[in-house]
C-alpha cells in the first residue's frame, strides 16, 4: 500500500471526493491523512475521516490563517482541538509551523512561534505525531521543536537542504517529499542520499504543482521517482514507507 502522508482533501467538491478516493484506492493508496488549515477546514476534515476509514485527519491551523484569529478565537479554536485530538479519526495535529516568507513583521512571527509551541505541546500531550509546514523558517522549526521537545514530527516537504534534512535524523524526525520531486532535480540529488527509514510520500493535493492538479493517487509518481533515485525495485520503497507510515501515525 501507498500512503499519502499530507493532503487537504477539505479543498476538494463532494463529487471531486468521490473520485479522488476512489481512484486512490484503484491505486492501492491505503490511508491518506488530510491536514486542516483554517478552522472551517478542521470541521470538514474531521468530517471526511469520520465518513471514509482511509482518510484520517490531522487538526490544527495553518501558521498564515492562525494570524487572523484573535485571543478569543484560538482559545475557543484550541478547546476545540483539545476535545477532538484523541478521536480515531484524527491522526495528527497539522498543518502547523511557521512561514516567514508571507510574514516578515516580527510580531507576527511572534505569534507564529508562540502557537506552534502551543501545538507542539498539544502533540505532546496527546502522543500524536504533528506534521509541520516550514517556509523561510525551516533552522527555527528545528529549535522550536527540539527545545519543546517534540518526539513524533513530519516535516512536511522539508528538502530544500541537505544540511538541514539531515540535522532531523539526529531528533529522530521524518521528513515528507511531494511533487516536486517528479521536477526539480536539486530535490531529487538530496533525496537520493536521504536514508530511505525516514522518509514518507506525500503530494499536498489539490495544490497545484506545475500544470497537473495533483491527487492523492499521485503519491505513486512520487514512490517510484524515489526507488527510481535509490535503485530499489518500487516494492522496497513501498514497504519502507508503510513501516514509517506506522511507526509515526500507528495502527488503522
Ligand atoms: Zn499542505
Redesign the pocket.
Known sequence: MFYDS???LDMLSKPELAQALTCAKKKGVGEMIS?S?SFASNERNLEIATLHSEVKAALGL?PIDALGFNEEQLTRAFDFFKKNIARKEVAAV??VGLDYKLCVNKEEQEKQVRLFRKFIALSNESKKPI?V?SRFAQRQALTILSEEGAKKVLL??FTDSSKLMKQTLESNFFISVGMNLLRDEEVQKRIASFPLDHLLF?T?SP?RFGEEKALPESVLLVAEKVAQLKNLPLAEAESAQEKNFRKLFGSK
Open positions: 499530507h493532503c487537504h491536514c488549515t495553518y497539522g498543518e506534521v509546514h512536511h516537504s506525500e499536498d495544490i
